[in-house]
C-alpha cells in the first residue's frame, strides 16, 4: 500500500460490510508484505471493529470508504479514547471497474485523532488523482501528434511507391479517387496501432530490477466500444457510399459505345469487331471513345483485366452468357489484357496486346483490316497468319524455324515421324492446324505446334489459311 521502505504491519484490521471488500485487501496484503493469515483481521460491523480496535491493538486499520454501517464519527471518538498509541489509518473505496482508491492515510495518536475529526471526511476524490489525469492527457496528446505525422508520411510513402499504373481510362480516374481514399485509411490505421504500441514499448516499459507495478488500467468501458463500433460503422457505411457512386459513374452507358466480341479461351484472346466483320488477336481501340466489350468463354472462367484501365470483368463458359464490360480508353498506347483467373497451364501466357490510337489511326487500321477481309481468302489467310503468330514458327523462306518452312510445302511429300509418309494436300493441311499432334512431320517435336487453333478460328478462317498456304509454291 505504500512505499518500499516502509515497514511491514504487525496487525491489521480491514473494517467492511462487504466480505469481497476484506478479501479483496487481505490478498493484497499477503502478497505485498506476506503478511500471514492470523495478522489480519476483518472486522464486518461496528461493534466488532470497536472490539478488535481496543482489544487485538492492530497498527493498521483499512476502513472501507463506502460502507455507511462503520460510522466513522464513532469510530474516531473511540480512536481519540483508546489514546497513546501509534496507529495508522486508511480510508479505501474499491470501485466497480477494480481500482482502488485510497482516499486518506495518517499516522497518529489518539489524542491527536481530533484533528482529524475536524476536517470532514474527503468526500471527493483526493485530489492527487488530478495530476496523474494531466499525466494521461500528455501521452495522448504525444500519441494523437505521432500518430499525425506518421500517417501523412505513411500515406506519402504510399503514394510514391508507385503502385498503380498509369491512368489510362475514364474509369481509372474514378477508381484510384477510392483508391487513395483507402490509402488515406490505411495509413492513419497502421499509424494509430504502430505509434501506439511503439509509444508504450518505450515510455512504459519496466525501469529496473524493483519496478514490479502494475500499470494503471481500466476495465470494460461502454463509451469506448460505443465510440469504436461507430466511427468504423460510419467509415464503411461513408466507403460504401462513395463506392456506389463511383461504380454508377463507371457503368454509365454512352449508346455510341464500339461494340467488340470479345472470345477468351484456353489460351487466347479473340476480337471480333461485328460492325466491319474484322477479327483480330489483339483489341484495337480509337481513344476517347468508349468501348463495349461482349464477352464469352471457350471453355473455362477467364477474366478481362487491363491494370491501366482499371477495370477487370470474369468471363464464363456457358451457352450465350455474355459478359458486358464498358471503359473508355483516354491514353494512346500499347497495353496487355492479362487473364486474372487461374485457367489452366498456359493462364500466365493468356495476354494479348490493347492498342490505342488516336481517331484517324483507327479508321485507318479498320481500313486495312477490311481490305483484307474483302481481297481473295489466300490474301485473307497471310492476315491471319501474321496476326496469329504462325510466321514465328514457320518461315516463308525455306528455312526451318522451330516448325518447317511453308514454303513449297503444299503439294510435296512428307515423311512422318511414325515412318509414314503423306502427301501435303488440303484434308492434311486442315487436320495439320486443327489437330497437330495426329500427324507429326519427321525432325520437329510434337507438342510444340499449339492445339488451339479448332477454338480459335472459324471454318473460313481456317480455309483461308490453307489458301495462303497453298499459294506458297
Ligand atoms: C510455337 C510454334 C508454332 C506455331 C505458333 C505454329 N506452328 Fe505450325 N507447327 C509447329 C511445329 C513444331 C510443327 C511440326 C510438328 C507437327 O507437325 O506437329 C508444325 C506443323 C505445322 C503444319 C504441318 C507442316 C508440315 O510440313 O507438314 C502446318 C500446316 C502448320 N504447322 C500450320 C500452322 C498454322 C496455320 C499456324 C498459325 C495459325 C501455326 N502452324 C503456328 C510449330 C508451330
Ligand atoms: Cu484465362
Not at 496528446?141 to 491512368?167: D, E, H, K, R, W
Not at 461485328?274 to 473455362?300: F, R, Y
Not at 477490311?370 to 485473307?380: I, L
Amino acid at each position: 500500500m505504500a512505499g518500499h521502505a516502509e515497514q511491514a504491519p504487525q496487525r491489521v484490521l480491514i473494517a467492511s460490510a462487504n466480505p469481497l471488500f476484506g478479501k479483496g485487501l487481505e490478498k493484497l496484503l499477503r502478497q505485498r508484505w506476506k503478511i500471514a493469515p492470523e495478522q489480519v483481521r476483518l472486522a464486518g460491523e461496528m461493534h466488532a471493529a470497536l472490539n478488535a480496535l481496543d482489544q487485538w491493538q492492530p497498527d493498521l486499520v483499512l476502513v472501507d470508504y463506502d460502507d455507511e454501517t462503520i460510522e466513522r464519527a464513532r469510530f474516531l471518538d473511540h480512536l481519540i479514547q483508546g489514546g497513546g498509541r501509534a496507529l495508522q489509518v486508511v480510508m479505501v473505496s474499491l470501485r466497480d471497474s477494480g481500482e482502488v482508491v485510497v482516499y486518506d492515510r495518517q499516522t497518529f495518536r489518539g489524542e491527536r485523532a481530533g484533528d482529524w475529526l475536524e476536517q470532514p471526511w474527503p468526500t471527493q476524490p483526493p485530489s492527487q488523482e488530478q495530476p496523474r489525469r494531466q499525466d494521461g492527457m500528455k501521452h495522448f496528446v504525444i500519441v494523437g501528434v505521432l500518430v499525425v505525422i506518421f500517417t501523412v508520411l505513411t500515406n506519402f510513402g504510399l503514394q510514391s511507391a508507385g503502385l498503380l499504373p498509369v491512368q489510362a481510362s475514364a474509369q481509372a480516374t474514378l477508381i484510384d479517387q477510392l483508391f487513395n481514399a483507402h490509402y488515406w485509411v490505411i495509413s492513419f490505421l497502421f499509424s494509430l496501432i504502430g505509434v501506439f504500441m511503439v509509444y508504450s514499448i518505450v515510455v512504459f516499459r519496466r525501469r529496473g530490477e524493483n519496478d514490479t507495478q502494475q500499470g494503471k488500467f481500466f476495465k470494460g468501458s461502454t463509451k469506448l466500444e460505443i465510440f469504436w463500433t461507430i466511427i468504423p460503422l460510419g467509415t464503411v457505411l461513408y466507403f460504401s457510399y462513395l463506392g456506389s457512386l463511383s461504380l454508377a459513374d463507371i457503368r454509365r452507358v454512352e449508346p455510341q459505345a464500339l461494340v467488340v466480341n470479345v472470345t477468351a479461351g484456353q489460351w487466347y484472346w479473340r476480337f471480333e469487331y461485328p460492325e466491319t466483320g474484322i477479327t483480330s488477336g489483339s483489341l484495337v481501340l480509337p481513344v476517347g471513345e468508349q468501348v463495349l466489350l461482349k464477352m464469352t468463354s471457350a471453355d473455362v472462367i477467364h477474366s478481362f483485366w487491363v491494370p491501366e484501365f482499371r477495370v477487370k470483368q470474369d468471363i464464363l463458359p456457358g451457352e450465350n452468357l455474355v459478359k458486358e464490360l464498358r471503359f473508355t480508353p483516354t491514353l494512346t498506347g500499347e497495353y496487355k489484357v492479362l487473364c486474372a483467373e487461374l485457367c489452366g497451364g498456359a493462364h500466365a501466357n493468356m495476354n494479348a496486346p490493347v492498342i490505342v490510337m488516336d481517331k484517324a489511326d483507327f479508321a485507318a487500321w479498320e481500313a486495312g483490316e477490311m481490305a483484307a477481309v474483302s481481297s481473295d481468302p489466300a490474301a485473307r489467310g497471310e492476315r491471319l497468319a501474321k496476326n496469329n503468330g504462325c510466321l514465328g514458327c514457320h518461315s516463308l523462306d525455306g528455312s526451318p524455324l522451330v516448325g518447317p518452312t511453308w514454303k513449297g510445302m503444299a503439294g510435296s511429300t512428307h515423311e512422318l515421324a511414325d515412318g509414314s509418309s503423306v502427301t501435303v494436300d488440303e484434308a492434311y493441311l486442315i487436320q495439320a492446324i486443327l489437330e497437330p499432334n495426329a500427324a507429326v512431320v519427321k525432325g520437329f517435336p510434337p507438342g510444340v505446334m499449339p492445339a488451339t487453333y479448332a477454338d480459335q478460328f472459324s471454318e473460313q478462317q481456317i480455309a483461308d489459311l490453307v489458301a495462303y498456304m497453298q499459294s506458297l509454291k
